[in-house]
């Protein structure tokens, strides 16, 4: 992704700035709201079982105030309170405070020992996604220790920079948005629940931030740029009015490009590239007119499973597929089947603890390896399948016979479906090219479709994986031995007559897309949010 270059204000210190991670794009100045880590207050302990009263009761109390946010809440906030009830709910999670209070432990006191002891193993996870449920942990903690304390977790003003340690997701939910705002955290992951929903509701975020809170006094006006990933908590005049210019550029640039956003994608000499989009939960296409786009080049169903207490069955898998096929209106739609494993982890599912995840048991190869979870979707997809040009694309394939062992037991549920007479169509079986195995030698897999998976793709082929900061600049798709890859595959299915997609981030990113185009893609699918913008830098790239 092209970061947003900020004019660097004249005379500004340099340290005004503290980096960290982007988690969430978008420019905000706002007040700062310090959430200081909350001081323990541990309170006289009264007799076990009125401790133990005390702290069911708060249970009770924090549960039924979830609820109430979650009757209020989008599908996606919704799922993310339901495990923070069922969380509550489980008597587990409570066992080791009862057990304190019973050896005369104040309430409060056994409660924070309780749950810190599981927050700092979840925050010690090697998994980054058990990491970043630490959070929805101390969420927890914080909520009940509030009832317990008969205190009130105060909320940023509408319109302030929330800074803190970390941010729970009730939290975000309860605050108002309305006004802008945003998020800068020390801690944090931009893989969290809270960043999943600062992004989908458009507030800047930054993460892992090296600052000290305490040091760091109240500001009027602080500076968070989220897709720089750094925030300026005493900013100068000139750098607040600098960073001022910028959201001006910054809201102009945006404006220029949305003109484009329901033309179709056309080059400066009037070729037509199609512009799809990549969907993680079918609640975000409800916002959006599906003539912004000619398709929707993937689904990421691995984000379907995420945080569910079980695989979804059939009938639920069904419902998204064809809620997301009627979206489209006809246009295609490709629906990636599941790709856990790597850095997405499905518990239950995925291998815990491999010495090297993205080179092991992840996407097509997972999905093999379990044939009867893998069958039920499969049948899901060949029913949704009727209601709509759907195709099917398999992640990190390796070697042809994955292909092959995917069509058997595709064509195995097919025919059981026609056989019952349940509504069914078989649909096209294509695959991501991500692995440099299958990029190297394209012509030997027999699939009816290709889509370049960049971004995994330019992690193998670079060997610098897409999650170590350390390694960021290594892992680009403009390296010349990526872009060739790219440039064969796309010329490959041009002569063999196979369609080429690429669905990788770098489809939507502005200083890569002109070398895409350049090494012969015409077909790219982006995060929603990014195709404005894309159909711009097409419009003005030329072929010669
Ligand atoms: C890719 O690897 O480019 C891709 C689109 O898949 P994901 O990012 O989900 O691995
Ligand atoms: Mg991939």
């Known amino acids: 992704m092209e970061r947003l270059t900020l004019s660097p204000a004249k005379g500004m210190a340099a340290e005004a700035w503290h980096t960290g991670r982007p988690a969430s794009p978008g420019l905000v100045a706002g007040p700062l709201f310090i959430a200081r880590p909350m001081i323990h207050r541990e309170s006289v302990a009264g007799s076990p079982a009125e401790e133990a009263a005390k702290l069911r009761s708060a249970i009770t109390t924090s549960i039924a105030a979830i609820e109430a946010l979650q009757a209020k809440a989008s599908d996606d906030a919704a799922e993310i309170l339901e495990f923070q009830i069922a969380m509550l709910g489980d008597e587990a999670l409570a066992e080791g405070a009862f057990a304190a209070i019973l050896d005369g432990v104040a309430a409060d006191a056994a409660w924070t020992t309780a749950l810190d002891v599981q927050i700092a193993e979840y925050a010690v996870a090697e998994d980054e996604y058990f990491r970043a449920r630490a959070s929805d942990l101390s969420d927890i903690r914080d909520r009940v220790l509030e009832n317990l304390l008969g205190g009130g977790g105060a909320l940023p003003p509408a319109g302030a920079i929330y800074l803190g340690e970390d941010m729970q997701p009730s939290r975000f939910l309860a605050c108002d948005w309305s006004a802008g705002g945003g998020i800068a955290l020390t801690g944090g992951s931009p893989s969290s629940h809270v960043a999943m929903l600062a992004r989908a509701r458009g507030v800047p975020m930054v993460v892992g931030l090296k600052l000290d809170l305490a040091a760091v006094k109240s500001a009027d006006a602080a500076l968070l740029d989220g897709e720089g990933g750094r ?63 000619d398709g929707i080049g993937l689904v990421r169903t691995e984000f379907l499973f995420h945080d569910q207490p079980r695989l979804p069955d059939e009938a639920s898998q069904y419902a998204v597929y064809h809620r997301i096929i009627t979206w489209a209106a006809g246009r295609p739609v490709t629906i990636r089947t599941l790709d856990a494993g790597g850095d997405k982890p499905i518990a239950g599912l995925s291998m815990e603890a491999e010495s090297n995840p993205f080179l092991g048991l992840r996407g097509i190869r997972l999905s093999l390896a ?22 099917i694309m398999l992640p990190m394939v390796t070697v ?20 019952a007479g349940v509504p069914c169509r078989r649909p096209d079986l294509g695959i991501m090219v991500e692995v440099p195995a299958t990029a190297l030698a394209i012509e030997h897999y027999p699939a009816a479709f290709f889509s370049i998976g960049s971004n995994d793709l330019t992690q193998y082929v670079t060997a610098s994986a897409r999650d170590i900061a350390a390694v960021a600049g290594l892992n680009d798709t403009a390296n010349p031995a990526v872009l060739r890859l790219i440039g064969e595959v796309a010329g490959y299915g041009r002569k063999a007559g196979i369609d080429v997609s690429l669905c990788g981030d770098a489809g939507g990113d502005p200083r890569l897309l002109p070398l895409l185009l350049s090494a012969g893609m015409r077909n790219v699918s982006m995060a929603p949010k990014m195709l404005a913008r894309a159909k711009s830098v097409i419009a003005e790239w030329r072929a010669s």
Request: charged letters at 25%; a negative charge.
């Open 400 to 419: 042809p016979d994955e292909i092959t062992a995917t069509a058997t037991l595709l064509d195995d549920e097919f025919a059981k479906l026609q056989a």
């Open 231 to 293: 925030i300026n908590v005493a900013p100068s005049a000139e750098a607040t009015e600098a960073f001022h210019s910028d959201v001006a550029k910054a809201s102009n640039d945006a404006a220029r490009w949305e003109k484009y956003l329901l033309q179709p994608g056309k080059t400066a000499d009037g070729e037509r590239v199609l512009t799809q989009i990549n969907v993680a939960a079918p609640e975000e296409l409800d916002s959006l007119d599906p003539a912004i786009c």
């Open 370 to 391: 379990y044939p009867e979870i893998f069958r039920v979707q499969l049948r899901a997809l060949a029913r949704a399948a009727a209601a709509g040009p759907l195709k």
